[in-house]
């Protein structure tokens, strides 16, 4: 039952009140690997749900637009001296409603429509907003694309370099959504500094490993760092971007009024609340064991015959090409999460196959460690993965529905003992 139970949504709305019971439930019953998510603590959901949710307050702490500010105030104070201190940078403004409106700030403060931009290509790991043809950002710029090299699955900083003195970019991003490898900042800030180009690193997978101490920060090499607050780091959804002092205007005017209104103050407090979280030395135990845990299912993957991109990883995450195995990523990962396991389809680097229907699946491991899962479990999930995947390969409908069957009950048997925050069985009633 939800925690803590929702026992007056569900006497008022009960289609919604079971929806979300459901929600909640198949989360505590799921092999959770989608890279981009993870489970918050009970203080930060408590933090959402509450009554800042009811307030307005356009403008920033000591210059709003409303009256009744006096608590909303040293929340969003408290929340920005937190990020400053975890991310060792002057400036942060935390009003960002998500990571692609954080980057569309970002354009906002330091570019004109039709500048140039250079980012990593989406298909090769980048983010919509660094530049991808359908999103705003690649219509309204004249957006680069760097990619990964062929032989390595890493990104080619020679490319990098080449393309930003020929282009001379205004914006150089680095960051994406399927990078597997350390991000190498020191490299990127040179470039930038050689082009001219504001360098703005996009951590929304890995703030919670930087803070952590699991992957360099690029605070003193990127101008400007932006990321989601919900993904590694823990937090609820939103976002943040961080800088040095003298960016702290320009970035502040293109978050308000540039782009959006009010801010969201209770997820303004749940950042605060998880900031608090991940400065604990608990969280830097976290964020080591999130990648212990991916570098495990790594190795246990590759002992399987799995091709990955890079050939494995430094991060949370990991990046698998299933050509070798005979079976696309959609129907893979259809079949996993019938099985229990959650992830995403995804296109890997040079991939023959449509993005709806691509060769690879994504796995992160940033919500099997919240739930308390170790590098000693990782062959079992390696193992539970190939079953389903080798039964997808063969195409043989009941053989599938029976490896599906007996590895759901598998896991459903093996997280029984992993509490979630924020759903746990309803007591037996002999208890
Ligand atoms: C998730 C992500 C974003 C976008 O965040 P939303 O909150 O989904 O808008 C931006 N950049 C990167 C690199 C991301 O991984």
Not at 261 to 268: L, V
């Amino acid at each position: 039952m939800h925690q803590p139970p929702l026992t007056r949504l569900a006497a008022q709305d009960p289609d919604i009140a079971g929806l979300v019971e459901a929600e909640a439930e198949r989360q505590f019953a799921k092999i959770r690997l989608i890279a981009s998510e993870n489970y918050v603590s009970p203080a930060v959901l408590e933090a959402t749900g509450s009554v800042l949710t009811n307030k307005y307050s356009e403008g920033y702490a000591g210059r709003r637009y409303y009256e009744g500010q006096q608590y909303v105030d040293p929340i969003e104070r408290l929340a920005i001296e937190r990020a400053t201190s975890l991310f060792g940078v002057e400036h942060a403004n935390v009003q960002p409603y998500s990571g692609s409106p954080a980057n569309l700030a970002v354009y906002l403060a330091f570019c004109s429509p039709g500048d140039t931009v250079l980012g990593l290509s989406l298909p090769m790991g980048g983010h919509l907003t660094h530049g991808w043809t359908v999103s705003a950002t690649g219509r309204w710029f004249n957006a680069v694309r760097y990619e990964v090299r062929r032989d390595t699955g890493r990104v080619d900083m020679d490319q990098v370099r080449d393309l930003a003195l020929r282009e001379r970019p205004k914006v150089i991003w680095c960051g994406g959504t399927a990078i597997p490898r350390t991000i190498d900042f020191p490299a990127f800030a040179e470039i930038a500094r050689e082009c001219g180009a504001v360098l703005a690193a996009d951590v929304a997978h890995i703030a919670g490993l930087i803070a952590g101490g699991a992957h360099p920060s690029p605070a003193g090499h990127a101008d400007v760092i932006t990321t989601t607050t919900h993904k590694t780091l823990r937090g609820p959804r939103g976002a943040m971007i961080l800088s040095a002092a003298e960016h702290a205007k320009a970035v502040d005017r293109a978050v308000f009024p540039g782009l959006q209104g009010g801010p969201h103050d209770h997820t303004t407090a749940a950042i605060a609340v998880a900031l608090a979280e991940a400065a604990r030395p608990d969280f830097a135990v976290y964020a080591r064991t999130v990648v212990a845990n991916a570098r495990a299912l790594a190795d246990a993957l590759l002992d399987l015959g799995y091709d990955l991109v890079s050939g494995g990883t430094d991060n949370h995450l990991v990046l698998i090409d299933l050509t070798n195995k005979g079976v696309p990523g959609k129907p893979a990962a259809q079949a996993l999460d019938a099985a229990g396991l959650e992830l995403n389809y995804n296109a890997v680097p040079f991939d023959p196959r449509k993005p709806f229907d691509p060769s690879g699946l994504r796995v992160g491991t940033a919500a099997v460690t919240t739930r308390g899962l170790t590098p000693a479990h990782m062959p079992a999930v390696a193992a539970w993965i190939d079953a389903v995947v080798t039964a997808a390969a063969r195409g043989d409908a009941d053989a599938l529905a029976a490896v599906t069957a007996r590895v759901a009950e598998e896991i459903r048997e093996l997280l029984a003992g992993y509490p979630m925050p924020g759903w746990a069985p309803a007591p037996s009633p002999e208890s």
